[in-house]
């Protein structure tokens, strides 16, 4: 059977062109944002999801992953204080940004679809959002990301971990695509169309992993 060649970008809605057929999963790329994304036919279900989430060893204590989460943690720390009001959004099983936070003395609470639903968490607004390695699983990325932008209060900042894709990547090879729950996978110019979406109003790439959307 023939290829699928095209489809619509689930971020910006433009034309997706086939990109690659990879551990039996198609994938396409938006010229137009340049995000990489996973054929929807190939996507887990929800109980899957959560499965594969429970998985994961996250325990808050384990000092490797404190360390893992540790760019998030240190930019908030550095440009927030204890007085204002932080969310992390999608904590997962183990919320260590929560808890080095809170060690600090922030006022931080927790909201994940999955293992802590409680929706009063989105019935308020933040000066800071913790979103680590999340952003990849949106299913409706531009949906999400205007949620998580009236969230925000005015000048809050949206702090956000994920492996950025680029060019000099080798695909096949690259392991962060091999998580059968990653759905798309976020160009720099991605993420400038996402800030003007979304009505950001600065964006700051850190690095290949960490970027800042400021409200």
Not at 125 to 134: D, G, K, S
Request: hydrophobic residues 30%.
């Amino acid at each position: 059977m023939a290829t699928k060649q095209v489809t619509t970008c689930i971020l910006c809605g433009s034309v997706a062109e086939f990109f690659g057929f990879t551990r039996d999963r198609r994938y396409y790329q938006c010229p137009n944002c340049c995000s990489v994304m996973m054929d929807p036919n190939h996507y887990v279900t929800p109980l899957e999801e959560k499965a594969r989430y429970e998985t994961h060893n996250n325990d808050v204590d384990d000092p490797g992953y404190q360390k893992f989460v540790s760019p998030v943690v240190d930019q908030i720390i550095h440009h927030h204080t204890s007085t204002e009001k932080g969310l992390d959004f999608g904590s997962g099983t183990g919320p260590v940004i929560t808890k080095l936070l809170r060690d600090q003395g922030f006022n931080i609470r927790t909201y994940d679809p999955f293992f802590d639903a409680d929706l009063s968490a989105l019935e308020t607004t933040y000066h800071y959002i913790a979103c680590c390695e999340v952003v990849e699983h949106f299913q409706e990325p531009a949906r999400e990301f205007k949620k998580l932008r009236n969230l925000l209060k005015q000048g809050g900042s949206l702090y956000c971990m994920t492996s950025l894709y680029s060019p000099g990547i080798d695909f096949d090879s690259w392991n962060y695509k091999d998580d059968e729950t990653h759905v798309i996978f976020y160009h720099r110019e991605a993420l400038e169309w996402i800030r003007q979406d979304a009505g950001f109003t600065r964006l700051e790439i850190h690095d290949n992993r960490l970027f800042t959307l400021e409200a």
